[in-house]
């Protein structure tokens, strides 16, 4: 991450939440963006949880991305 130095970091699932947040759940923060080192966290569902038949995570993934996407100018 140093290395890179993201402006956003779009963390997709548990496993890569419990790693900058210990304890939370995507589940109950997935709308809550958060900071990091100077970086904004934007935690979401992962894609593959639509394949797993969950179709209502559709839009909150869509817009994660979607803000990612506007705060980067891409």
């Known amino acids: ?43 979401t569902y992962h894609p593959a949880h639509l394949l797993r038949g969950h179709p209502q995570v559709r839009p909150i993934i869509l817009e994660a991305l979607r803000s990612a996407r506007r705060i980067t100018g891409g």
């Open 1 to 43: 991450i140093e290395v890179v130095r993201p402006k956003v970091l779009l963390l997709m699932w548990n496993t890569a939440l419990s790693v900058f947040y210990p304890g939370l759940r995507i589940g109950e923060v997935y709308d809550v963006w958060r900071a990091w080192e100077g970086r904004v966290v934007i935690p």
